[in-house]
């Protein structure tokens, strides 16, 4: 059974940082392509940012993020990470991570597995 379990979430300040990590149980971990994705309630789920399967040799990245987060994995781990730099309250939201076996997938039907998200909050 595949599970993704998100961990890090929490409460923090305008202009702080967090770091987000998503634990991958019943799957080749480097044979998938690993995406985080964040919803707000009422809005449509966004993508955040992924990173190729095996070596993470691609990174995509949303607009209203560059620059600011970094996906990243560690294979030996089985864990992928979304580093969260100058947050800003418009990046309060659930935040997924999900996992690909297609190369290079960035929409939410490429993502097979779902993890059940936790909770990120910037207050100003």
């Known amino acids: 059974q595949v599970q993704l379990v998100e961990s890090g979430?929490?409460?923090?300040?305008?202009?702080?940082?967090?770091?987000?990590?998503?634990?991958?149980?019943?799957?080749?971990?480097r044979s998938y392509g690993m995406g985080w994705f964040r919803q707000i309630p009422g809005k449509e789920r966004e993508f955040v940012g992924a990173i190729t399967w095996g070596t993470g040799d691609r990174l995509d990245y949303g607009d209203s993020v560059k620059g600011r987060f970094t996906v990243s994995r560690d294979n030996a781990k089985n864990t992928a990470y979304l580093q969260m730099n100058n947050l800003k309250p418009e990046d309060?939201?659930?935040?997924?991570?999900?996992?690909?076996l297609e190369w290079g997938a960035m929409r939410e039907d490429q993502f097979k597995y779902w993890g059940q998200g936790t909770q990120v909050t910037v207050s100003s």
């Open 9 to 29: 979430g929490g409460l923090v300040q305008a202009g702080g940082s967090l770091t987000l990590f998503c634990a991958a149980t019943g799957l080749v971990f």
């Open 92 to 100: 309060t939201a659930v935040y997924y991570c999900a996992a690909a």
